[in-house]
């Protein structure tokens, strides 16, 4: 055996692939495992668009974050020669006491982020695609942009493999236990490896894993429509960014990559739960297209009510949505990087970072109070045995 940390990554979706990419720059022996080959759609990477915002109406505090993963990004662009983030800018869309736009207007204040607020009649003028009622303001983060997920996280893992690492296609985990030597990683076909560390990633597969049962990480149901512009000149990313609409009918919607189409998901009601990320439904309730029909009726009459299609994935969500980054017990050399509750994409290759950081140094000066697992665990499974051993 070499004298270099080895590290387990289960899960080579989103966050793992670019663990998996920033352990194999670090030189560090890394072993990615997957249920499929990277870049596949099954998992919460799916669905083709995924936004990238710096102003953050989940909490200010995750700006420094952001600023770091949209450098990640570059970095794996220039690395892989592959573009991935398609600058565009983003609205949010609300009343100036919704809570969240005074989140997004407390960043672009706070971090002197590039950004706009416009109020509905100069928001009229340049975004005509919006319907805007009369005491609705517009703040736009020009920093923003669309992300291309599923070929994010194969240019992340081929770049990884490139670096040194192992990549396991096809390899489903089935066990992961403490040992005295370090971690054992038990996959199907009864073989399994052995590692100092591993880092935890399955997404919307978490509540599959033991270790992570304790901070009750769900798997949900996310729906995107699909729907055509009547002017797909009007909806490309030069002139309509992405939009995120607060209050009466909220709703997220990206412009087209496809010259003709515009992605629309629902915001504001309960995101039913999932049993089995692979067995997603092809159908949604009808009252999801009714609301779908009002959207665009009310917010967006530029494009056709009727969707040409529909996309039903999955990830997985804690209590507060907020993820879980760290040692969740019942181990500290097992590291979770998990439930970041359907807005973790722009953030995965930062993740990815503070993971790497977590299974080299036991620390991170990156990771934040909000992501930290001791939010959800209780005081029973804080003091699990084992904790103490450190590094094997
Ligand atoms: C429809 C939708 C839209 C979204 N929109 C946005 C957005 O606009 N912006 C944004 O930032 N975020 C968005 N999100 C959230 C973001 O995509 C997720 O938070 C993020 O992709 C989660 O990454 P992950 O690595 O946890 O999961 P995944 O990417 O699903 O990766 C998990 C991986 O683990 C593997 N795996 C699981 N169990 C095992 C096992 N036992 N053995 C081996 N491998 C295993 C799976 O095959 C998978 O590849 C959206 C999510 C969805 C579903």
Not at 124 to 149: I, K, S
């Amino acid at each position: 055996m070499s004298g270099r940390l080895r590290v387990g990554v289960v899960g080579v979706g989103s966050v793992g692939s670019m663990a998996l990419w920033r352990l194999a720059r670090m030189g560090v022996q890394a072993s990615g495992f997957d249920l499929y080959a990277p870049g596949h759609d099954r998992g919460a990477a799916g669905g083709e668009s995924r936004i990238f915002r710096l102003a953050y109406r989940e909490g200010r505090d995750y700006v420094p974050l952001l600023k770091a993963a949209r450098d990640l990004w570059h970095e794996l662009e220039a690395d892989t020669r592959t573009r991935l983030l398609t600058p565009c800018g983003a609205l949010t869309i609300g009343e100036r006491s919704d809570p969240e736009v005074q989140e997004v207007l407390a960043c672009l204040e706070e971090y002197e982020l590039a950004g706009e607020v416009l109020d509905a009649p100069s928001a009229r003028a340049r975004y005509p695609q919006h319907t805007l009622a009369e005491d609705e303001l517009v703040v736009l983060d020009r920093d923003a942009g669309v992300l291309r997920p599923e070929v994010g996280v194969h240019a992340a893992a081929l770049l990884a493999e490139q670096l040194g690492a192992e990549l396991h296609r096809y390899t489903p985990v089935e066990e992961i236990e403490p040992t005295s030597q370090g971690v054992r990683v038990a996959v199907r076909g009864g073989r399994a490896f052995q590692f100092d560390r591993v880092l935890l990633a399955p997404g919307p597969w978490a509540s599959r894993l033991g270790l992570l049962r304790d901070v009750g990480i769900q798997a949900r149901e996310i729906v995107m429509f699909w729907v055509r512009a009547r002017e797909p000149r009007e909806y490309l990313a030069d002139r309509f960014p992405v939009a995120i609409r607060m209050g009466h009918l909220p709703f997220s919607c990206l412009p087209s990559l496809d010259g003709l189409t515009v992605k629309i998901s629902l915001h504001g009601y309960e995101r039913p739960q999932v049993d089995d990320p692979e067995s997603l439904r092809r159908s949604v309730d009808h009252h999801l297209v009714n609301l779908l029909e009002e959207v665009i009726r009310e917010k967006l009459p530029g494009l056709y009510g009727e969707p040409l299609r529909i996309g039903t994935y999955a990830d997985g969500f804690t209590e507060d949505g907020h993820g879980v980054v760290g040692d969740v017990g019942p181990d500290p050399r097992i590291i979770a990087l998990s439930g970041f509750s359907g807005h973790g994409f722009k953030l995965a290759p930062v993740l990815g970072e503070i993971g790497a950081q977590l299974a080299t140094e036991g620390k991170s000066s990156l990771l934040i109070e909000r992501l930290q697992p001791g939010r959800l665990l209780t005081r029973k499974t804080r003091t699990p045995t084992g904790r103490e051993t450190g590094a094997a």
